[in-house]
């Protein structure tokens, strides 16, 4: 009861409880919606996520401050590759975060000459540059860690078009064995990239899989608040 109450008492763990409740909603409505006698219980679930959605604003209006010391953090970084990925990646969550406040005071109705699908296109943007950056890194440290039975596989994958989710699947798979904070790490930047693929058209998807990726991204974040050993940290 004591850890609980410590993890709701940050910001972070109550936006992780409110993100976590957001997606749980958009997935249940993705599998609800068919169905026609469910019409009054995915309203109710819409009406919820949205609800949390919002409250959720009022949590990120301090993250571009923590966006810039994260960028100052990563700048002391000893290893060249993680140093940039990690900077350049803070850098553009930092112009998120900026989006994303300018998206809420225009929701409040302060700024309502904003034009919202074209900051939500900067946002979807900057945030995909974030965590595309932030899965090199963790590309970079899963060859870091890597054991020396990978160098003795049968095949080479060098050719291979799928090499990249090769390399992805090799990486979760040994970092779960030897490195879990890499795991968690790597789970949730793949899962929340899911998104703005979506929203910039690079890669569709549906609420479904958005939800589901949302909500595994969201435990993961869980699981780091409130354990921060299992947090990726900066060398």
Sequence with gaps: MDAFIRFTNQTQGRDRLFRATQYTCMLLRYLLEPKADNEKVVMKLKKLESSVSTGRKWFRLGNVVHALQATQQSVRATDLVPRICLTLASLNRVIYFICDTVLFVRSTGLASGVNKEKWQRWAAR??????????????????????????????????????????????????????????????????????????????????????????????????????????????
């Excluded at 990978?150 to 090769?166: F, K, M, P």
């Excluded at 904070?181 to 910039?200: E, Y």
Aim: hydrophobic share 35%; net charge negative.
């Design 126 to 235: 900057y945030y995909y540059y974030s965590l595309l950056l932030s899965l090199v890194r963790d590309l970079y440290e899963g060859k870091e860690e890597k054991s020396p039975s990978q160098d003795t596989l049968g095949y080479s994958v060098a050719d291979d078009e799928t090499e990249w989710l090769q390399s992805l699947l090799l990486l979760l798979f040994h970092s779960l064995k030897r490195h879990p904070p890499l795991f968690l790490d790597t789970v949730k930047n793949f899962c929340d990239i899911l998104n703005p693929l979506d929203q910039l058209g690079i890669y569709k998807s549906n609420p479904g899989i958005i939800g589901l990726g949302g909500l595994v991204s969201s435990v993961a974040g869980i699981i780091t608040v409130a354990y921060p050993q299992m947090k990726l940290k900066t060398q």
